[in-house]
């Protein structure tokens, strides 16, 4: 543990600027205006959606396309990757018959192409419209029989039948009428759940199915649970019961598409808890999603951009550093950043990484959270185990806590440099400074029980010649926790 430990999470006002290391920044909510809360869709997913209607040639492409669209958005968004699916290669929902058949036989006869001058593609994609196409001959021959079979089967099923074409907004006609707008575009805020619980507790239970909107809470109740989710937890510290509730809050964030200043404070202040409370896999998935809700909106940046000059003379005369000088938005983005850095390095995931360093903006990089995170990656490429516990000890924020995931095989290592190149022994108090130990006496007791070495008589000089051989076998087993305590952050 470093010289200082981490403070415990406080749920109270913003701490100064000049507050010791370690300590929370505020997760209370911003009553400042923010230009981000609009409810924006991925671009990525709007030329998805106009790829998969441009290739609709009739009216029945279109309400059977719609309703493939609406079921995958909706997969989208109840699965929480929204904003992190791949949009641009997703492969279309529905592909129309009329679309592979052609506009007419006629005209593919007329483009002078033989048999023998086609590929096995475009013979397989030709055989396959033409098969559909004597399907639907079949299908028109036989529609007068077919539709007296299914009226006698909604007589005998009339519950079964109106719950299936209540699905996604209704069948062909209803869903026509729900999600398409006048100007037969997809209707994006149909897609929307709007929420009508009024509880301000629920428990976290994982969708599987369309969410009722009867059970999503809107976001002025969501608001009012987080104020009360926080005087619970400074009353009585339980993070099982709390965790819950959060994820229950992000989920119901999640499904009406709500983003802006109360969804990063909701992610944020769930990051902080997981952090203290030793759940990297919940902080995994929040930091997953802040890192795109603290991208500034490229619409309010232009915005805010026109008053930034008329707003510097006040900010500088109060002195106020409430805004991220990266993003101009959310004032944690580059705090979070630097968690997320120092995330990586704890993974070793050498692709997020590379990723992240290639988007990172120029004032991004001289913020003091990120400053520092890249000065422990520096540190971690180069073996530089004594610079990494002098930044360990300095460390802002809450980075501590994910520096403590790192530090067991800095130690290790560094252990091993000394113990090659310093013979006979060293002082147990040098070598707790060296490693990075808040006392003497943790380090003594790592010494004995983790790698098995020998002290001197009396207990102040670690013997490396006699243990020389106990500390070049030690950290096998070391590694293989850690590479499973990599793994298990992933995931």
């Known amino acids: 543990m470093p010289a200082q430990p981490p403070v415990r999470m406080h749920l109270a006002k913003p701490a100064p600027s000049s507050a010791p290391k370690h300590v929370v920044p505020s ?60 949009w641009a290669n997703e492969p279309p929902p529905f592909t129309p018959p009329s679309f592979l058949a052609g506009p007419s036989s006629s005209s593919s006869s007329s483009s002078g192409k033989s048999a023998a001058a ?42 079964a039948y109106a719950r299936a074409t209540s699905s996604f907004g209704g069948g062909a006609s209803a869903s026509s009428s729900s999600a398409m707008s ?58 099982a019961y709390t965790c819950d509730q959060l994820k229950a809050i992000r989920q119901d964030l999640t499904v009406q598409h709500i983003k802006g200043r109360f969804a990063v404070e909701v992610y944020e202040l769930h990051a902080r808890l997981a952090l203290e409370n030793d759940d990297i896999g919940e902080f995994n998935q929040c930091q997953t999603q802040l890192k795109e809700l603290h991208k500034p909106d490229e619409s309010a940046a232009t915005t805010s951009s026109s008053s930034s000059t008329s707003s510097s003379t006040s900010s500088s005369t109060d002195g106020s550093e409430d805004g991220d000088h990266s993003s101009g938005t959310y004032p944690h983005a580059a705090e979070f950043c630097g968690y997320r850095i120092l995330y990586y390095l704890y993974t070793n995931n050498q692709s997020d990484m590379a990723r992240e360093l290639k988007q990172m903006r120029p004032t991004m990089r001289r913020e003091p959270a990120v400053v520092h995170a890249l000065q422990v990656r520096e540190s971690l490429a180069f073996n530089n185990y004594h610079s990494f516990f002098v930044l360990y000890k300095t460390v802002p924020n809450m980075g501590g806590y994910l520096m403590d995931y790192i ?7 560094g252990i091993k440099v000394i113990a090659r190149a310093i013979k006979p022994s060293v002082p147990v108090s040098w070598l707790a400074k060296e490693l990075g130990f808040d006392k003497d006496k943790t380090c003594r007791k790592w010494l004995v029980a983790e790698l098995g070495a020998s002290l001197g008589p009396d207990g102040a000089d670690l013997d490396l010649k006699a243990s020389g ?23």
Not at 27 to 37: C, E, F, G, H, R
Not at 407 to 413: E, Q, T
Request: hydrophobic share 30%; net charge positive.
């Open 182 to 239: 006048s100007g037969g575009e997809l209707d994006w805020e149909s897609l929307t759940v709007k929420g009508t619980c009024q509880e301000l507790e629920k428990r976290y239970f994982r969708l599987t199915s369309a969410p009722d909107p009867a059970t999503v809470r809107p976001e002025p109740i969501l608001k009012k649970a987080i104020k009360a989710l926080k005087l619970k937890w400074k009353n009585h510290e339980d993070y």
């Open 118 to 159: 086609l590929s096995k593609a475009e013979l397989k994609a030709q055989k396959k419209a033409e098969a559909m196409k004597r399907k639907m001959t079949l299908d028109d021959s036989d529609s007068t029989r077919e539709q007296e079979k299914r009226k006698q089967r909604m007589k005998r099923f009339p519950d």
């Open 407 to 413: 530090a067991p095989r800095i130690r290790l290592y």
């Open 27 to 86: 997760s209370s909510i911003s009553t400042a205006p923010n230009p981000a809360d609009s409810k924006a869709w991925p671009p990525k997913l709007r030329a998805y959606v106009e790829r998969a209607f441009d290739k609709c040639q009739t009216q029945a492409d279109r309400t059977t396309a719609e309703n493939a669209l609406k079921k995958k958005i909706t997969d989208a968004i109840t699965s929480n990757i929204l904003w992190t699916k791949d």
């Open 469 to 491: 051989s106990a500390i070049a076998k030690a950290g096998t087993d070391q590694q293989q926790t850690d590479d499973q305590q990599q793994q298990d952050g992933r995931d």
